[in-house]
């Protein structure tokens, strides 16, 4: 899809640039606001990342522009502070996402593909190797025979599977699944996946979930 | 600045020196003219009583034809210089004098009687002057006498020479009195903020002149000292926590320069093993950037964050629901006891108080320690406790364990594991809901944190 990037750091933009286009998106920088402005009027977008702080001013001149031209645009505000009120204030102005900098760029990739698919609604059937997810019931089952799972054991599971091919990160697992925002300095994320890999083989589904050191975990395609 | 308030001081003596002084001479004028007035009133009723006596005495030998030259002549000898008179004018219109009769611009009427004088009287006491009375005679004549003020004016007039000397002269001791007074009583003022020349952004550790008295300007000087004290602590404090804080981040930056370079020469697979390290450390970095804000922002700006009601028993379970199975794992029995509470605050920094507690104890203990979590209201308070049987913290008093809250503040021995900020944005959290975090010793013989904070709907936080 053809995405808006609106960031003043011409490294970082660079990078997303690489790593969006990698994904097989189109991609335009824009430095500032106004050639954000321009870029807008000029042309269409499915998806716009767009920074808070500018030199010339603030991203959310720019998602206000965007939701008016281009409704069905999708969009995610990259802030920099880690401010409760800015978070807030970008849900409450249109936002569909938002990411605290400096972010993974898989989380990025992965908001970006969630939100797109959003509006056509996600598939809630998932099957991967024997297991098979069932998210709008919440049930999981390996080979027909239900496994039993807490709500939280299943969000993780379903995350996982839900973005297979994609490293998730212990951060990113606490916030969708617990809805707490911080990185954890211990253990406290890996005990429960523990647990989900443990129920997983005892029926005799194993290596599921694959521990990526110092970043996150990853269920493969 | 500074020099600015020194030059005003200055003037403000000047200024002092001049109320007094002119206080001084004011006083003394005005009771050098009450004086003078009160004298010379004295004299002229004097004089009036006189002039009278010496009015019926001739009329008395008027009336009994005998020549008043001799009675005159008396009075006269009586006055020294001899200025009295007497005339008499009859029906006729024949008019007799004895002794100089004055022009008539010379006289003054005297008061005789009833009547009395008054202090503006006092005016008409001048040289040259006589007091004028006057009679009616048996036979329809009038009779006038005059006497001369002069004899009881001398008297007054010494007075008044002598008033004006000591006017002058209280005036004059007055201003000098004024002059070194202030400048005295000023000194120290003066001292002080001479003193103060010298505080400035890289010197605070002047002080005030003190002399240890009651005197207002000491008390001020303390008051001002205590201040400066205060100052210069907090000033040295973020001296330090601006070093602290690049200290945290020289160690990460160095070990991204070392691995990138490191990795650069290297296989690909020890480049993509660099680049996850690097990742790891931006992370870390960014963690610690990110509770440094916080901090900042709660301390800051925390007035303009909206509050909610915080069910403190559900919140407090959600967390310890996600610590269960890590304490578990280690054989840590997790005990549980939450009573109805509800505060006002911002939910999600609560909950970040309570994992930074449990991540804390998660740490910082060995496998098999007991923990205990317990909500309860306590006298008017919700108090949040968490009670571990591990080593406890470093220190004897509580002055000293309470030092883990300072930020960057680590205990012994730990490295690398986090940036010592946890418990100190728990404590600005803490403070900010308008309790405390504390730390203590736990009856199971570890660390025992305690939090608390006002019920709900406790002043300040009804808004």
């Not at chain 2, 007091?131 to 004016?153: C, I, K, M, Q, R």
């Not at chain 2, 004897?396 to 883990?404: A, H, L, R």
Request: overall charge negative.
């Amino acid at each position: 899809m053809k995405i808006l990037v609106l960031e003043d750091d011409l490294e970082t933009a660079a990078a997303l640039r690489v790593g969006l286009v990698r994904d097989g998106h189109e991609v335009v920088l824009a430095p500032d606001v106004a050639s954000a402005n321009e870029a807008i009027y000029s042309s269409a977008f499915d998806a716009a990342v767009l920074d808070v702080v500018l030199p010339d001013g603030s991203g959310y001149d720019v998602l206000s522009m965007l939701r008016e031209k281009l409704p069905s645009a999708v969009t995610v505000m990259l802030t920099a502070r880690s401010s409760i009120e800015d978070r807030v204030r970008g849900l409450d102005r249109g936002a569909d996402d938002y990411l605290i900098k400096p972010f993974a760029f898989a989380e990025l990739a992965a908001r970006l593909r969630a939100l797109r698919r959003r509006p056509q609604g996600e598939a809630t059937n998932h099957t991967i190797r024997e297991l098979e997810l069932d998210t709008s019931r919440h049930i999981a089952a390996v080979r027909g025979e239900r496994l039993e799972l807490t709500p939280i054991e299943f969000g993780l599971l379903s995350m996982l599977v839900r973005l297979r091919g994609e490293v998730i990160t212990r951060g990113e697992l606490l916030r969708e699944v617990w809805g707490y925002d911080f990185d954890p300095t211990t253990n406290v994320v890996d005990v429960h996946v523990n647990r989900v890999r443990r129920k997983l083989e005892s029926q005799g589904v194993s290596d599921l979930i694959r521990t990526r050191r110092g970043e996150g975990y990853s269920v493969d395609k | 600045m500074t020099n600015r308030f020194v030059r005003s001081l200055r003037r403000t003596d000047g200024r002092a020196a001049i109320v007094i002084a002119t206080t001084v001479l004011t006083v003394s004028v005005l009771q050098s003219w009450f004086l003078y007035r009160y004298v010379a009133v004295e004299a002229l009723e004097q004089a009036d009583a006189w002039v009278d006596h010496s009015l019926h005495t001739i009329h008395r030998e008027v009336s009994n034809q005998i020549d008043p030259t001799e009675a005159l002549a008396e009075f006269g000898r009586s006055l020294d210089d001899g200025q009295a008179a007497a005339r008499v004018t009859t029906r006729s219109g024949a008019v007799s004098t004895w002794g100089a009769w004055p022009k008539p611009e010379q006289t003054q009427p005297a008061v005789t009687g009833e009547d009395t004088r008054s202090l503006f009287d006092a005016d008409l006491l001048k040289p040259g002057i006589l007091l004028y009375a006057s009679t009616s005679l048996a036979d329809g004549g009038l009779l006038e006498a005059v006497v001369s003020l002069d004899p009881f004016a001398e008297e007054a007039f010494e007075v008044r020479d002598a008033l004006m000397f000591f006017t002058v002269l209280l005036s004059a001791s007055g201003l000098f009195a004024a002059i070194s007074a202030t400048f005295w009583a000023f000194k120290p003022l003066r001292d002080a903020t001479d003193s103060l020349n010298h505080v400035g952004p890289h010197d605070l550790s002047n002080r005030l002149v003190d002399r240890g008295t009651l005197d207002p300007i000491d008390r001020h000087a303390r008051e001002l000292n205590q201040k400066l004290e205060d100052i210069e602590a907090s000033f040295a404090r973020i001296r330090a926590f601006g070093n602290e804080i690049a200290h945290e981040f020289r160690t990460p930056l160095n070990r991204i320069a070392m691995v990138a370079d490191v990795a650069s020469g290297g296989t690909e697979e020890e480049a993509r093993a660099a680049l996850s390290s690097i990742r790891a450390t931006a992370g870390d970095l960014s963690r610690l950037v990110d509770s440094l804000l916080m901090i900042s922002e709660v301390e800051n700006h925390g007035a303009t964050i909206a509050h909610q009601p915080i069910d403190v028993a559900e919140r407090l379970s959600k967390v310890v629901a996600l610590y269960e199975p890590a304490f578990s794992d280690r054989d840590s029995p997790l005990r549980i006891e939450l009573s109805p509470a509800n505060i006002t605050g911002v939910p999600e920094l609560f909950d970040r108080v309570i994992i930074n507690l449990l991540e804390n104890v998660l740490q910082h203990t060995p496998a098999r320690t007991e923990i205990e979590v317990d909500c309860r209201i306590d006298w008017g308070r919700v108090l949040i406790t968490v009670d571990d049987s591990g080593d406890g913290v470093p220190g004897s008093t509580p002055d000293e364990m309470n030092s883990i809250f300072d930020r960057f503040a680590r205990g012994p021995g730990e490295h690398g594991q986090g940036h010592g900020l946890g418990l100190a944005l728990s404590r600005t959290i803490a403070r900010f809901h308008g309790g405390d975090l504390t730390v203590d010793t736990s009856r199971l013989g570890g660390a025992r944190f305690v939090w608390w904070s006002p019920l709900r709907n406790d002043p300040p936080y009804t808004r």
